[in-house]
């Protein structure tokens, strides 16, 4: 029996991966990925808005494989993988029941969060990969009192933030934990843990190192310029809980919550140390995100993410161990995974809902094949006599049209909020030089209202289709002695 649930965990995580293998290629990449593309091209210790990891395994697969859509997002699929084997890992080293990390991986696949947006190659990705893999060592640290494995907990901690500050929660959640349980406190009172944690440290240091010969623009980002004039208030709540119960699916995500509740009750009131980990570093986390999302609208609703990992887990116990109506509820909340799932598997390639064109993100994947032969077109029409690139007012334009021209043309962003591409070298275009400015139905507006020039043709309109119905509009606009942003 056990070799028949180790099968189908095989299985269902062997089918969603071909499916991703099959269709990663076929649509252009997301904003963030072509903005995480461009880092590639440009090695650097750190970048402004996240650590350094997504970019240094983008440039390696794009190393083995070339500038392409399929090898920049491959990186995430292979990570994908490595956390569902440590998830099945995990489950089978705490409760020695395939049948429980059968169901904690199945429904690991079908949260809607992990399901979209794992389609990406984000920092979430490695964050998520390197977040598992600490439970997992903790875990071991735990039941066996392997003191030595806080050095490679430290280093992963180390890697972890290499991808992306969220991992932070967990150095916490850690010492928590082993200062609440009698029988862990022994841990804190040797060296090991704390060699750990400079190890981890020194790992990290690359960033620390970066913000610091550049004033340590990504730290006050994320814990100040961000968040000026943050304050609870019960919208910025009722806009939290909104993007909770759409990330996860409104089923899934009062599931996993009642589920990190029995998980402390399986803690606290009846002593299972099984558990100990999984809530330990999933609670405490949980509870940070889900007060920043509430404190600032700039909060994003896949903050929680990693506070769930864990947590299906739980789930998984309490569905095959729990309730029969808590059994009937969690099949019910698959299911509606499962169908939300689909319908955004097929609208992405099938665009079927009706639905205006500026709300469906769907589209956001298609045009910049087409739209960057233009640009480049258009580039070599402006007079050689003169330097010359390529901007938009964002870098949420800016990085996709560094990818549709493969960066084979100088591309900025030119606006006075500050972003990566103001760490570029050089950070600015030379005055007097032409260009082509780069705009859409999203980001409108002439370069008129943003840059001082000498002048300007009429835009270039680029309508793009997908089955024949209108997806997005660009326009791309000759500009003539740039004097600066106004």
Known sequence: MEKTWRNRSIAV????????????????????????????????????????????????????????????RLPSLVLF???????????????NDARVAFWALTMFILCPVFAIGGLQIVPDIPAAFFWMLF???VAVILKEDRK??????????????????????????????????????HHLKAPHIYLGGVLGLAIFSPVIAWNYLNDFPSFRFHLETRHVGAHFTLKHMAEALGGQLLFYSPLMWPALLYSVYLMGKKVFAEK????????WLSAPPLAFFLLITFWTKESEP??????FLAVFIGWAFTYLHGKAKFRIFSLASLAMAFALIAVF???????????????????????????????????????????????????????????????????????????????????????????IFVANAMFKGGPDGYYNFDRADKPVTIEITRRGKHARTFYLYKVYGYRGMK
Request: glycine residues 8%.
């Open 13 to 72: 995580v062997g089918l969603f991966s071909l499916y991703r293998l099959l269709v990663m290629g076929q649509t252009g990449l997301g904003e963030a990925e072509a903005y995480y593309w461009l880092w590639s091209r440009r090695p650097a210790l750190s970048y402004f808005d996240h650590p350094p990891m997504v970019a240094y395994l983008i440039r390696f697969f794009n190393e083995i494989g070339g500038n392409n859509v399929f090898f920049t």
């Open 81 to 95: 993988i490595g956390t569902c084997y440590l998830l099945y890992r995990l489950t089978i080293y705490l409760f």
């Open 135 to 137: 439970i997992h060592i």
């Open 148 to 185: 030595l494995l806080w050095y490679p907990a430290g280093a992963v901690i180390g890697l972890g933030l290499l991808s992306k500050y969220m991992v932070v929660p967990l150095i916490p959640s850690t010492l928590l934990m082993l200062a609440w349980h009698r029988e862990y406190r």
């Open 272 to 279: 299972d140390s099984r558990f100990i980990p999984l809530f």
């Open 302 to 307: 896949h903050w929680t993410a990693f506070g």
């Open 345 to 435: 598997y097929v609208q992405v390639f099938v665009p079927f809902l009706p639905m205006k064109p500026k709300y469906d993100i769907t589209n956001l994947l298609y045009g910049w094949d087409e739209v960057g032969p233009r640009i480049e077109k258009l580039y070599g029409e402006l007079p050689a006599d003169k330097p010359k690139f390529v901007a938009s007012r964002t870098f949420i334009l800016s990085g996709p049209i560094a990818f549709a021209v493969r960066d084979r043309v100088p591309v900025f962003a030119l606006s006075k909020k500050l972003d990566q591409f103001d760490f570029f070298d050089p950070p600015e275009p030379q005055a007097g030089a032409n260009f």
